[in-house]
């Protein structure tokens, strides 16, 4: 079973240029990020992507902390993206590296987890992650720091 998901972009101008993408017939602003030289007047594909795998991460490790970790509360992530201009396999800008550093809140009324079940944790949803899986073939690597854990 297939499903299709749409997303809308329009960008006008060149470096300096302002654009916006809509999900959901709202509106986020566009713009070259200050890093590449640009206005960095909005999000652009870099925070998006970054945005998209840690949301995927996210609920992917709910969905699995709900049956196996049921002291897991709450979950953030933080999603670290590396870009550099690289020659090989293709010449231009490539992410070189991602790297996500989890935050757990457990519950002061649940047994605690080891930290290797809470490790094992964060391994299987980067492993479930299906934008994870879809980017990775092109990312230098991905990194899975330990998860930070603090209390209810």
């Given at each position: 079973m297939?499903?299709?998901?749409?997303?809308?972009?329009?960008?006008q101008?060149?470096?300096?240029?302002?654009?916006?993408?809509?999900?959901?017939g709202s509106?986020?602003p566009?713009?070259?990020?200050?890093?590449l030289?640009?206005?960095?007047?909005?999000?652009?594909?870099?925070?998006?992507?970054l945005?998209?795998?840690?949301?995927?991460?996210?609920?992917?490790?709910?969905l699995?902390?709900?049956?196996?970790?049921?002291?897991?509360?709450r979950?953030?992530?933080?999603?670290?993206?590396?870009?550099?201009?690289?020659?090989?396999?293709?010449?231009?800008?490539?992410?070189?590296?991602?790297?996500?550093l989890?935050?757990?809140?457990?519950?002061?009324?649940q047994p605690?987890?080891s930290?290797?079940?809470l490790?094992k944790?964060?391994?299987?949803?980067?492993?479930?992650?299906f934008?994870t899986?879809t980017?990775?073939?092109g990312?230098?690597r991905?990194?899975l720091?330990?998860?930070a854990i603090?209390a209810?």
């Amino acid at each position: 079973m297939s499903h299709e998901f749409v997303q809308r972009a329009v960008w006008q101008g060149g470096r300096e240029g302002t654009g916006e993408v809509k999900p959901f017939g709202s509106s986020v602003p566009l713009s070259i990020p200050t890093q590449l030289k640009g206005p960095g007047a909005g999000t652009n594909p870099e925070e998006l992507l970054l945005s998209s795998l840690g949301a995927c991460y996210v609920m992917t490790m709910g969905l699995i902390a709900v049956r196996s970790q049921p002291a897991v509360r709450r979950i953030e992530v933080e999603v670290h993206g590396s870009v550099d201009f690289v020659t090989q396999p293709r010449r231009g800008l490539h992410f070189t590296e991602i790297r996500y550093l989890p935050h757990l809140w457990l519950a002061s009324d649940q047994p605690r987890p080891s930290d290797e079940a809470l490790q094992k944790l964060c391994e299987q949803a980067e492993e479930a992650c299906f934008i994870t899986q879809t980017v990775k073939p092109g990312v230098g690597r991905i990194v899975l720091d330990p998860p930070a854990i603090h209390a209810d």
